[in-house]
Every structure is written in C-alpha cells, then in structure tokens.
C-alpha cells in the first residue's frame, strides 16, 4: 500500500514545477525525475523551459535532448521511459531525437519508433540514416520473430508441410536468393562476391503454388499496417505453397517482389504522404494475375480513393470476374481497428470482395481456408 509520503510525490510529479512551494520533493532522485518530466511537459506553457531558470542550478535548464534521454531511461520504468520517449516525437516534434546518433542508438527500438524513424527517414543522412536502418532491422527481428510463431499456429502453417532447407548440399542451394542477400558485401576493388551467408531451399518443389499479391498502401495513416504488410510478405515468401508478391502505391505504382524476403529494404523503399491511386495499384496487380482460380490479391488500403471510384469499382469487377479473390483489408496489425471509407467497403464487398480488418494471423487463417476450397 502506497504510503501517506508517496502519494504526496506522486502528486507533486503529476502537478509539476508550479506545485514547488506547496509540495516538496523528499530525494534528489524525484528532483531529477521532475527536471526530466518538466523538460517535456514544460512545454505545454508554450515557453523554452531551457530559458525557464535564470539563476542557474542544476535543473531543467541544464537539460539537452541526449542528456534528457539517458535521464529517462535511468530513472524511470522501461514502459514509462517509452511512453515519454513517445510523446517526445509524437506530441512536441522533438526530431532532434533522431538527428543525433548516439542518441539514436540509446532509444528504445519498439514499433513506436520505427514508424517516427519511417516518417523521418528522408530527414537523415549518413551515419544517423546507418543507425536508423538498425533499429528497423532490429525492431523487423523481433515482430517477424512473433507473427512467423502465430503463422506458424495458424491453419495456414498446418498447411505449410515443408520450409526451407537446412541441409546444406549444392543440390540444395538457393543461387539467386544467395546473390541477391549478399550484393551489399560485393568487394568493388577485387571484383568479389563476398558472401556472409549461403541460403538453401527446401527439397520440395513448388508445384502449381498460390499466387498471393499484396498491394499495399503509402497513405501515412496505414503505418501500422505496412510494416506488418512488409513482414508478413517476407514470412509468405518462405512458404513453398505461396508466390509471394508485394506493391506499394500512392499515385505511382512500385513493385517490390524482388525484396519481398528482405522487409527491412521494402520498408526502407516507402516514401510517405500524397496523393492515392488504388484503380491504378490494382490495374497493375491485374497484369501480375497468372492463375486466376489460384491467386489472392491482398489490397491493404483506408480506401480513400483519390481518383474515379468508377475506374476502382470497374478493375475491382474485373479482378472477380477472372475468378481471383479480392481482399481488401482496411488494416492489416495487432489491433486492427480500420479507419477506411465506408461507401467504398460497402460497394467492394457487394461485388464479392471480403472486406474487413484483421490480424496477421487472422489473415493467414483465412488464406488457409481459401487454399482448401
């Protein structure tokens, strides 16, 4: 139970510096949690509180962006740290986070951070952009590490009977997959290939396998479903009962099947923002269909389109009438709660499209029971 004494400091953290003379903070550990709080929530009075202490001191006017961060991350909770580092980016813009690079490698990698590194990417240069592409890579790590074990629990890993080799015999190797993971390690002096890790295929061969086409929306509202979009591309591509292809689009179309194994780099390929041109994604992602009574396009978009939604209902028609499945996902992640058009979902589901918002794995069960009709 919380003590009469704690509570009082609690309060005192809550109602910040202006609470000072009727609230005394008990340890120089609280003073420095207040300077750190006060350094950020400070600014909701609309003032640089670096300018707020004229008489010097040791309190928030000392404070710089790195010096607050490390103070963050050692005085308060794992989950408290990040949320302040969250509210840092998303509430008072505090790019200069991500313009340092050591600051940058103290943060915290988590999606939160990903998507701010995604929309300020183009921001950074040289050795800052460096770090950043670790932390995606990282941050990509982790989450295809957890949504590869739900695939894995889902229908559609009780259909995948194989996977890729680890046997590692020349009859096995993957020639192009190997040549295509390691040109960045190419040795432009000797003219060598240096390869730091060799990719084999499983033994079974793909026969008559499910084209599955993602065509995945720029909109910066669908950030969270791109980066799971980005990830499950690269796990559906190891999986020898799927081709795997992957589209992004705003007005322009961009075909990134050639890195759909590697999400860090389609992640990294997105440019945020502009305009939306779903007829034109899907008209391309028309041309990709091969078999149409075994290929699923997967549109994952908010449906705000910003051409003729005559042309989008017309591709869309033409799409279901070749006997392919349309998908159109209003959000692809954790939480799937979809902000999307509502005419246009309506119009897309009476033609036969699904449409709806769903987990990864909810997704994979799906594709599953597809597969089995």
């Known amino acids: 139970m919380m003590t009469d004494g704690a509570a009082l400091n609690r309060w005192r953290l809550i109602l910040g510096k202006n609470a000072g003379q009727q609230l005394e903070l008990d340890t120089a550990r ?5 300077d750190a709080l006060d350094f950020l929530y400070g600014r909701e009075a609309g003032e640089d509180v670096r300018d707020r202490n004229p008489q010097g001191g040791h309190g928030s006017s000392q404070l710089t962006v790195a010096r607050w961060l490390s103070e963050v991350r050692q005085l308060f909770p794992q989950e408290t ?6 509210h840092a980016l998303d509430r008072y813009q505090l790019t200069e986070l991500l313009a340092d690079r050591e600051v940058l490698e103290k943060m915290e990698p988590n999606q939160a951070l990903l998507e701010t590194v995604l929309s300020l990417k183009h921001m950074m240069r040289g050795p800052v952009l460096d770090t950043a592409r670790r932390i995606v890579r990282r941050v990509v790590e982790q989450m295809t590490e957890k949504m590869r074990s739900e695939i894995q629990r889902s229908a559609l890993g009780k259909l ?6 680890s046997v590692r015999s020349l009859r096995n190797l993957d020639i192009q997959r190997t040549i295509r993971k390691n040109l960045a390690h190419y040795d432009t002096e000797n003219h060598r290939l240096m390869l730091e890790q060799v990719y084999f295929n499983g033994r079974v061969k793909r026969y008559n396998p499910w084209r599955v086409i993602l065509a995945v929306d720029e909109s910066g509202s669908m950030m969270p479903s791109i980066i799971h979009s980005a990830v499950m591309a690269g796990i559906f591509a190891a999986l020898p009962m799927l081709d795997t292809r992957l589209v992004i689009f705003d007005t322009q179309v961009v075909d990134l099947s050639g890195y759909v194994e590697d999400p860090v780099e389609t992640l990294m390929s997105i440019q945020l923002g502009g305009g ?15 078999m149409p009574h075994r290929t699923m396009v997967v549109l994952v978009s908010d449906l705000c389109e910003g051409n003729s939604r005559q042309n989008l209902y017309g591709v869309c028609r033409d799409i279901l009438e070749s006997g392919a499945k349309l998908v159109a996902l209003t959000a692809l992640d954790e939480n799937a709660a979809p902000a999307y058009d509502r005419s246009t979902a309506q119009a897309l589901a009476g033609m036969g499209a699904y449409v709806g918002a769903m987990t990864p794995a909810r997704l994979a069960d799906f594709m599953a029971d597809v597969m089995r009709e």
Do not use: F, K, P
């Open 160 to 165: 995948d009977r194989t996977s890729r080799s």
């Open 276 to 290: 939306t041109d779903i007829a034109g994604a899907l008209r391309y992602c028309e041309s990709l269909i091969a």
């Open 81 to 86: 740290a990040e949320i302040l580092q969250r």
């Open 30 to 34: 609280l003073a420095r949690m207040d």
